[in-house]
């Protein structure tokens, strides 16, 4: 499986952005899909995560972006959405997309990543 994410930019605090990430290869439908965000200085985080849709499709969020962000999945695209809003300066970082075939939301269960896009938030 291979994964792309783009969308990230330059946004004001409170503006809105949405990330994609394109997943190609045989078995991208059997895959769960998370995000996972790098601050500066700090390490990488997950934020949220879309599962299998023939297995009900779950989202999951880290608590400290529920109400901000909103995970999707469209399946005929082969595509998962984030869609952030009321940006904040703290979301800024490096946001990558990863698949998993595992039940986990551990970056170390993860078993592919894309390159990441970068959100700046200006206050």
């Known amino acids: 499986v291979q994964l792309q994410a783009c969308g990230g930019g330059l946004v004001q605090a409170g503006g809105s952005l949405r990330l994609s990430c394109a997943a190609s290869?045989?078995?991208?439908?059997?895959?769960?899909v998370g995000w996972f965000r790098q601050a500066p200085g700090k390490e990488r985080e997950f934020v949220a995560g879309?599962?299998?849709?023939?297995?009900?499709?779950?989202?999951y969020y880290a608590d400290s972006v529920k109400g901000r962000f909103t995970i999707s999945r469209d399946n005929a695209k082969n595509t998962v959405y984030l869609q952030i809003d009321n940006l904040k300066p703290e979301d800024t970082g490096v946001y990558y997309c990863?698949?998993?075939?595992?039940?986990?939301?551990?970056?170390?269960?993860?078993?592919?990543w894309g390159k990441g896009t970068l959100v700046t938030v200006s206050s």
């Open positions: 990863a698949a998993t075939y595992r039940s986990s939301w551990s970056e170390a269960m993860m078993d592919y």
């Open positions: 290869g045989g078995a991208s439908s059997s895959v769960s």
């Open positions: 879309a599962g299998i849709s023939w297995r009900g499709g779950s989202t």
